[in-house]
């Protein structure tokens, strides 16, 4: 199986919170990351988490990592029409820089 | 703008063409990669550079063949391509020198192969 799984589609109404989940397998990660890439662009870092750390805020932003079952989440409040894009969770560990992509959940936001 | 630029952003060829994409990175990074991004497989590392010497290649096949001549440019030379090979190639670069490792992507270069 893949290293990094995610859902692939997300469809919310706008204003609503959405939540995006992660599952990795490699226990050492520590360092654990969401990415954003919008239509016709690369991606570009959204936030991240150490792996010591349990939760991350950052304004409308919410990361919850849950290091036990190996699960992320990354939870947008007040979702807009301008967060529909593809959100990309991705970790590395220790022995690595090279960080493991998943495939990206298509988050939808409509009226 | 995230201080990496590729060229072209688009780029249409035949099976019997060679071509090159380019990447520059204006950011003072030390690593940089080469991304395939299709719609039906996670994103794909394929070549990765640190201080510009070759330290991972994704068993991918020889007809795309990297260039890293100094820390700030990547090439990927195309030649004999197939279908399969239409996608997104994404360009990033990093400061890889310690375990935090945020990647700045380009926008990439969308390739259809005829």
């Known amino acids: 199986g893949e290293d990094v799984e995610q859902s692939l589609f997300l469809s919310v109404r706008e204003g609503d919170s959405s939540v995006i989940n992660c599952t990795y397998t490699?226990?050492?990660?520590?360092?654990l990351y969401w990415y954003k890439q919008e239509p016709g662009a690369g991606l570009q870092l959204l936030t991240y988490?150490?792996?010591?750390?349990d939760m991350k805020q950052d304004q409308r932003l919410t990361v919850l990592l849950n290091k036990k079952d190996k699960h992320l989440s990354l939870r947008i409040a007040d979702t807009q029409t301008g967060d529909s894009a593809i959100y990309f969770c991705?970790?590395?560990?220790?022995?690595?820089?090279?960080?493991?992509f998943g495939r990206g959940t298509s988050l939808i936001v409509h009226p | 703008e995230t201080g990496v630029t590729q060229t072209p952003r688009h780029l249409v060829m035949g099976m019997t063409n060679k071509k090159s994409l380019k990447c520059e990175q204006h950011?003072?990074?030390?690593?940089m990669y080469w991304y395939k991004q299709s719609a039906k497989k996670p994103l794909e590392l394929m070549f990765v550079?640190?201080?510009?010497?070759?330290?991972e290649n994704n068993s991918v096949p020889s007809r795309f063949s990297p260039e890293c001549p100094n820390s700030s440019h990547l090439f990927l030379h195309l030649h004999t391509l197939q279908p399969e090979d239409s996608a997104l190639y994404l360009c990033?670069?990093?400061?890889?020198?310690?375990?935090?490792?945020?990647?700045?992507f380009g926008p990439g270069t969308r390739l259809t192969v005829l």
């Open positions: 550079y640190s201080l510009e010497e070759r330290v």
């Open positions: 990033a670069s990093s400061q890889a020198q310690s375990s935090y490792n945020e990647q700045f």
């Open positions: 991705a970790e590395n560990s220790g022995g690595s820089y090279i960080p493991t």
């Open positions: 490699d226990s050492s990660s520590t360092y």
């Open positions: 988490i150490f792996s010591n750390m």
């Open positions: 950011l003072g990074h030390n690593a």
